[in-house]
């Protein structure tokens, strides 16, 4: 059997790093984990073949050599996925689908395409293979159950190559105990938190070890410190001799609750173990719209002096921001951007607030009669896919001004020093001389330095780096390239 698996492109979203990726010549920030996951799912002995459409193009000679296809998306990928369903159909090609797109509206494609397999693979793909070993596969496989994840196989990462991808990508957990309203993390996969055992992650590393890559590896779990006891226990411990005997090979980013920052014990071992950056919701600074979503860990605390916290201990805090809360007035744009600039959080993701589909969001305000329409997905696109309490136009406005405050040069510099006055990266292979920083760094001097109308501000900052935290000198490069791909992200927006 032929099976080949198709991750269909990204729009240029913030998240795309489009324009920073190639100072680093790469094609893409993080291959599809999903897809990698489903090919060790399906039987060993059957051929397959990965294209991910941010890397290189789809060819109709691939797409007739396979059996199956295998499409996996989410809904930011939507046209992108439309089409290639578009081109396997006319090429007679059976359509397999599944991943958050699909199982987010499974009703849209059910005609598109021959089968869904919905929710978590690892329950409901076992259950198609049985069906198609028997010849009487149905069109939907759904489950309103949640996987263990010892039943989660190792990627796989051989269908890839890995030197296209700035980073790469294993999972260790899945659920979060909380219960945002906005969020569709819990609607897809729970609440109980699930883990793999240390032996699933250090198979999982080596197997990345063993591909030759070096250098930035993302758990994409949606709390990482969920079971603080395991991990202290067992899982860091582990990870940093595994790191030790290898001399380091990787610099892990994840996503973690502001509660990381009342444990400095956690907080140590994840540095030791490798940790260098840590994705937290932070949304907003605001303690009513906090309690509107039900963003209890964020509350009755000093967010500012916990990021402080989390950056001293050795860990950069990037963070999302949201605007669009029913509590939300005036005052709050103004308010984001004193915050986000007093944090020194140079990556400040800041969206418009949208009602994903089956969040609990969506549910209240259609029962309210205010979604307007399904979201793309993309909450960075100047969209509201409901009717917001406060003036829509006001609204728009507003965030116009926070994205164009924080990213314009003078701000975001400022943000940048005042991050790296703090830091004091622990990790070696974040500051490194190599080969591709230093590609990086001439083409940063031609493309930032000379030809950019922000250049006073590139040179200040590197001059400032020099001058004051030499060491620092490689992350204020790669600064300044993100602050370059964050201006041209918004620059052409409405
Ligand atoms: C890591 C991550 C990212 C990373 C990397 C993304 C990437 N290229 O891999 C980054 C930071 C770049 C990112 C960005 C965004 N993300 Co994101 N991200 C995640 C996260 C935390 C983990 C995804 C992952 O790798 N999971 C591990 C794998 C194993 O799980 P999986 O992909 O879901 O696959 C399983 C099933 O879905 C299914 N499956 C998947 N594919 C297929 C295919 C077939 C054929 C079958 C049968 C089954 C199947 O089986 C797999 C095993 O169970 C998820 C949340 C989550 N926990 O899932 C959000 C999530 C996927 N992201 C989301 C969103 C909205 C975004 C953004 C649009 C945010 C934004 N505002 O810009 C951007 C868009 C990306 C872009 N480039 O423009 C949403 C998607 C919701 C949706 N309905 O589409 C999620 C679910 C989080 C949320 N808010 O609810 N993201
Ligand atoms: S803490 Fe994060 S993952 Fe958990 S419910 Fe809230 S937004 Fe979702």
Known sequence: MNILLVGPKYPDTYWSFKYALKFVSKKASNPPLGLLTISSLLPGEWNKKLVDLNVSSLKDKEILWADYIFLGAMTVQQESAKQVIARCRQLERKIIAGGPLFTGEPENYIDLVDHLILNEAEITLPLFLEDLANNNPRRRYSTNQYTELSLSPTPDYSLINVSKYAQLNLQFSRGCPYDCEFCEITALLGHRFRIKSTEQILAELENIYQTGFRGNVFFVDDNFIGNRKKLKNDLLPAMTSWAKERSYPFYYITEASINLADDSELMDQMVQAGFGKVFVGIETPDPASLAECDKTNNLNRDLITCVNRIQKAGMEVTAGFIVGFDNDTPGIFQRQIDFIQESGIVTAMV??????????????????????????????????????????????????????????????????????????PKNKLQTKLTFGRLMAFIRSVLILGILSEERIWYWKLLFWSLFNRPSTFSLAITYSIYGYHFRRVFRNKP
Do not use: H, W
């Not at 509201?384 to 829509?392: C, T």
């Open 351 to 424: 969206g418009l607030l949208n009602a994903m589909n089956n969040t609990r969001l969506y549910k209240r305000l259609s029962e309210e009669g205010r979604i307007l329409e399904r979201t793309s997905g993309d909450n960075t696109g100047y969209a509201i896919n409901f009717i917001p309490k406060m003036d829509r136009e006001l609204l728009l406005k507003g965030y116009d001004s926070i994205v164009q405050t924080i990213y314009s040069g003078k701000e975001f510099n400022e943000r940048v020093i005042r991050f790296l006055k703090v830091y004091n």
